[in-house]
Protein backbone atom coordinates (compact mmCIF):
# COMPACT_ATOMS: atom_id res chain seq x y z
CA UNK A 1 0.00 0.00 0.00
CA UNK A 2 1.22 3.36 -1.16
CA UNK A 3 0.19 6.39 0.41
CA UNK A 4 0.80 9.92 -1.40
CA UNK A 5 0.54 13.17 0.17
CA UNK A 6 0.33 16.46 -1.23
CA UNK A 7 -0.60 19.98 -0.24
CA UNK A 8 2.08 21.14 2.28
CA UNK A 9 3.59 24.21 2.37
CA UNK A 10 4.61 27.65 3.93
CA UNK A 11 1.48 29.82 5.37
CA UNK A 12 1.23 32.59 7.95
CA UNK A 13 -0.70 32.92 10.93
CA UNK A 14 -4.28 32.39 10.09
CA UNK A 15 -3.95 31.12 6.65
CA UNK A 16 -5.27 27.93 5.27
CA UNK A 17 -4.00 24.66 3.71
CA UNK A 18 -5.69 21.48 2.38
CA UNK A 19 -3.58 18.44 2.63
CA UNK A 20 -4.42 15.43 0.44
CA UNK A 21 -3.33 11.48 0.83
CA UNK A 22 -4.44 9.17 -1.71
CA UNK A 23 -3.86 5.76 -1.02
CA UNK A 24 -3.03 3.00 -3.83
CA UNK A 25 -2.08 -0.45 -4.01
CA UNK A 26 -3.11 -4.27 -2.23
CA UNK A 27 -5.48 -2.76 -0.19
CA UNK A 28 -8.75 -5.09 0.06
CA UNK A 29 -9.95 -3.02 3.42
CA UNK A 30 -8.69 0.09 4.55
CA UNK A 31 -10.11 1.17 8.02
CA UNK A 32 -8.54 4.05 9.39
CA UNK A 33 -7.27 7.02 7.42
CA UNK A 34 -5.61 9.93 8.91
CA UNK A 35 -3.21 12.47 9.73
CA UNK A 36 -0.50 12.41 12.23
CA UNK A 37 2.06 15.07 12.32
CA UNK A 38 4.90 15.47 13.50
CA UNK A 39 6.96 18.84 15.19
CA UNK A 40 10.41 19.63 15.90
CA UNK A 41 11.62 17.68 18.51
CA UNK A 42 8.14 16.11 19.09
CA UNK A 43 7.44 12.93 19.19
CA UNK A 44 4.67 12.62 16.25
CA UNK A 45 1.12 12.89 17.52
CA UNK A 46 -2.55 12.21 16.15
CA UNK A 47 -3.95 16.06 13.91
CA UNK A 48 -7.50 13.43 12.54
CA UNK A 49 -8.35 10.77 12.08
CA UNK A 50 -11.93 8.74 9.83
CA UNK A 51 -12.40 5.05 10.59
CA UNK A 52 -14.15 3.07 8.36
CA UNK A 53 -17.39 3.90 9.69
CA UNK A 54 -16.99 7.41 9.40
CA UNK A 55 -16.02 7.91 13.01
CA UNK A 56 -13.81 11.19 13.46
CA UNK A 57 -11.41 11.72 16.18
CA UNK A 58 -9.49 14.95 16.18
CA UNK A 59 -6.37 16.21 18.39
CA UNK A 60 -8.03 18.79 20.88
CA UNK A 61 -5.63 21.52 19.65
CA UNK A 62 -7.26 21.66 15.98
CA UNK A 63 -11.00 20.77 16.92
CA UNK A 64 -12.91 23.69 14.78
CA UNK A 65 -10.14 24.74 12.94
CA UNK A 66 -9.44 21.51 10.89
CA UNK A 67 -11.65 18.94 9.47
CA UNK A 68 -10.98 15.80 8.20
CA UNK A 69 -12.73 14.57 4.76
CA UNK A 70 -12.49 10.88 3.41
CA UNK A 71 -13.53 9.79 -0.01
CA UNK A 72 -14.24 6.19 0.22
CA UNK A 73 -14.47 5.47 -3.11
CA UNK A 74 -11.04 7.40 -3.94
CA UNK A 75 -9.10 5.90 -1.23
CA UNK A 76 -8.05 9.76 -0.28
CA UNK A 77 -8.21 11.27 2.89
CA UNK A 78 -7.91 15.37 3.13
CA UNK A 79 -6.99 17.75 5.67
CA UNK A 80 -8.30 21.25 5.68
CA UNK A 81 -6.62 23.66 7.80
CA UNK A 82 -7.75 26.60 8.61
CA UNK A 83 -6.46 29.78 11.40
CA UNK A 84 -3.31 27.86 11.46
CA UNK A 85 -0.62 28.93 14.16
CA UNK A 86 2.80 28.65 14.63
CA UNK A 87 2.60 25.95 16.84
CA UNK A 88 1.00 23.91 14.29
CA UNK A 89 4.21 23.84 12.32
CA UNK A 90 5.65 20.07 11.40
CA UNK A 91 5.87 16.98 9.01
CA UNK A 92 1.96 15.84 8.57
CA UNK A 93 2.18 11.95 7.99
CA UNK A 94 -0.51 10.79 6.40
CA UNK A 95 -1.82 7.13 7.80
CA UNK A 96 -4.13 4.33 6.90
CA UNK A 97 -4.99 0.65 8.42
CA UNK A 98 -5.29 -2.14 6.71
CA UNK A 99 -7.51 -5.58 7.12
CA UNK A 100 -5.74 -8.23 5.92
CA UNK A 101 -8.21 -10.97 6.25
CA UNK A 102 -5.56 -13.68 5.18
CA UNK A 103 -4.06 -13.37 8.70
CA UNK A 104 -6.52 -11.67 10.37
CA UNK A 105 -4.52 -8.22 11.44
CA UNK A 106 -4.47 -4.51 10.76
CA UNK A 107 -1.72 -3.63 8.74
CA UNK A 108 -0.44 0.20 9.11
CA UNK A 109 1.03 2.56 6.89
CA UNK A 110 2.42 5.58 6.44
CA UNK A 111 3.23 8.16 3.30
CA UNK A 112 6.14 10.24 3.45
CA UNK A 113 5.36 13.40 5.23
CA UNK A 114 4.71 16.58 4.16
CA UNK A 115 6.11 19.66 5.47
CA UNK A 116 3.56 22.45 6.60
CA UNK A 117 5.40 25.74 8.09
CA UNK A 118 3.55 28.55 9.82
CA UNK A 119 4.71 31.66 10.44
CA UNK A 120 4.10 34.28 12.79
Known amino acids: VQLQASGGGSVQAGGSLRLSCAAS????????MGWYRQAPGKQRDLVAI???????NYAASVKGLFTISRDFAKNTVYLQMNSLKPEDTGVYYC???????????????WGEGTLVTVSS
Open 25 to 32: GNMLTIND
Open 50 to 56: VSSGGNI
Open 95 to 109: YASVFRAATLTYENY
